[in-house]
Nanobody
Framework: QVHLVESGGGLVQPGGSLRLSCAVS????????MGWYRQTPGKQRELVAA???????NYADSVKGRFTISRDNAKNTVYLQMNSLKPEDTAVYYC????????WGQGTQVTVSS
């Protein structure tokens, strides 16, 4: 069974930074494209960053230039470095595979507010 455990969220002021981590068990992430998603109340979950098995990356326009996705296959962990945070980045952040999704983890809350 696959488990996804997101961590690293918190309260940060606009312009600040956070680094999210997603520890994966039960699946070897090096075989899969992985993504970070976010969701706010009343809205659909959206993909904000993705990294392929070959380490190519893609970003939603709203986060391009501010967020960086990376992976450590030895630790089976995916990261999201978030810089220059804006209030509109406030959301619960989740990780999952891009194409072969498994059950979602609990997510980690990111709140950007002064």
């Amino acid at each position: 069974q696959v488990h996804l455990v997101e961590s690293g969220g918190g309260l940060v002021q606009p312009g600040g930074s956070l680094r999210l981590s997603c520890a994966v068990s039960g699946r070897i992430i090096s075989f899969f494209a992985m993504g970070w998603y976010r969701q706010t109340p009343g809205k659909q979950r959206e993909l904000v960053a993705a990294i392929t098995s070959g380490d190519s990356t893609n970003y939603a326009d709203s986060v391009k230039g501010r967020f960086t996705i990376s992976r450590d296959n030895a630790k089976n962990t995916v990261y999201l470095q978030m810089n220059s945070l804006k209030p509109e980045d406030t959301a619960v952040y989740y990780c999952n595979a891009v194409d072969y999704k498994t059950a979602w983890g609990q997510g980690t809350q990111v709140t950007v507010s002064s």
